[in-house]
């Protein structure tokens, strides 16, 4: 998950570097109150964790911290505010979730010739191998156009079922 807090609200004392330094804020840094005001990722108060790092402390090596499920559970912060706090999920890339974008993403950027080399242009090439892992004919499509002639000219006659079947990819 990647975690961006906005600027904090009326009365909240986000702790910044400089003050870390002095010892009776150091604790702030690990208030999860601190950085998330919002009502549903605030309520974490009987949370292992909410307000004491556990991680890097030589005493917690080798003991598990239970802790309930809800203290796993974050939503995204509903403001709309420009300056607001915002949670965003990373998960691995998928054929499932690739294939269908890739695809119609390689066909975007034909014909792939690179104008200052006689080669295709990288992001044809980025795009043609992650197609690699999707459908066999997606995989083929992805290789006829990166090559003579449709990297050179898409309107060629060979280029057509390439981009038809690039528009159609799916995970195997």
Known sequence: MLITPGTPGPGVDRPFLPVLAAAN???LADVFASWFEDPENNNKKTCPGNDTEHAGSPSSFGRAQIADASCDTVVVPQSR???RDR???IAPETPASMCPRAGPALVRNTPCKDSSADKAK???TNLAAKLQQCSAGCAAAAQVMIIP????DSSSSQCP???AALLS???P
């Not at 002639?149 to 050179?152: A, D, I, Q």
């Open 25 to 27: 804020n150091s604790a």
């Open 161 to 163: 079922p390439a981009q």
């Open 87 to 89: 949670l965003w999920t």
């Open 169 to 171: 990819c799916a995970a």
């Open 122 to 124: 990288d992001v044809c």
């Open 149 to 152: 002639p449709c990297r050179n």
């Open 81 to 83: 505010a420009y300056d």
